[in-house]
């Protein structure tokens, strides 16, 4: 079982704000990154670093941290943001890497 | 720009070793982590393992025992060896390029996945 705990699903209406929580221990030491999966395509990092952008993703897209709790944030959810998201951090002892169960994004 | 590319077998028997390779281009080797990650069918992603230019490696535990990374600097490569494949094992397989500020690190890039199926 996964360390991260993500709901398996949310929706969102187009053009509304949706977010996509991530839940575990390890987020209170260590730094989490957002990840988009799209059918059929590798993963693609949103977020880094609690609220970090890598250049030609969107600024609609962010995200926070607090306590337990990681957050990734779509302000003005597009059509083409419907997708699967998964936090990644390090497991509680640190030595690990751990991906939550994926959340599936659904713009309506 | 940065490519990792992969291949390997993708049907296997059970009791068979799966094989991959990742192939670096357009950025440094030595500076960076390299990982594993699959996803079985319509499953989530799950870590396998990590590995550095040294040959420094870093297992999930769950698959330790059945694991081998290397690395072949030489060629901008690494690969993964997992022996006794079971139906279990059947996923798509990713290579990463894993990003270290120091202060944090993120999977920046990824290869293009390759499908293996253990089937008898």
């Known amino acids: 079982s996964s360390e991260l705990t993500q709901d398996p699903t949310v929706s969102v209406a187009l053009g509304q704000t949706v977010r996509i929580t991530c839940q575990g221990d390890?987020?209170?030491?260590?730094?989490v990154s957002w990840y988009q999966q799209k059918p059929g395509q590798a993963p693609v990092v949103v977020i880094y670093?609690?609220?970090n952008r890598p250049s030609g993703i969107p600024d609609r897209f962010s995200g926070s941290s607090s306590g337990n709790t990681a957050s990734l944030t779509i302000s003005g959810a597009q059509a083409e943001d419907e997708a699967d998201y998964y936090c990644?951090?390090?497991?509680?002892?640190?030595?690990?890497?751990?991906f939550g169960g994926g959340t599936r994004l659904t713009v309506l | 720009q940065v490519h990792l590319q992969q291949w390997g077998a993708g049907l296997l028997r059970p009791s068979e070793t799966l094989s991959l390779t990742c192939a670096v281009s357009?950025?440094?080797?030595?500076?960076?982590?390299w990982s594993w990650v699959r996803q079985a069918p319509g499953k989530g992603l799950e870590w396998i393992g990590e590995?550095?230019?040294?040959?420094?490696?870093n297992y999930n535990p769950s698959l330790k025992s059945r694991l081998s990374m290397s690395v072949d600097t030489s060629k901008n490569q690494f690969s993964l060896n997992l022996s006794s494949v079971t139906a279990a094992d059947s996923a798509v397989y990713y290579c990463?390029?894993?990003?270290?500020?120091?202060?944090?690190?993120?999977?920046?890039?990824w290869g293009q996945g390759s499908l293996v199926t253990v089937s008898s």
């Open positions: 990463a390029r894993i990003y270290s500020s120091g202060w944090y690190e993120y999977f920046q890039h």
């Open positions: 357009g950025g440094s080797f030595s500076s960076y982590y």
């Open positions: 590995i550095n230019h040294t040959g420094y490696t």
């Open positions: 390890s987020l209170r030491n260590y730094y």
């Open positions: 670093a609690r609220n």
């Open positions: 990644k951090s390090r497991d509680s002892g640190g030595d690990q890497w751990v």
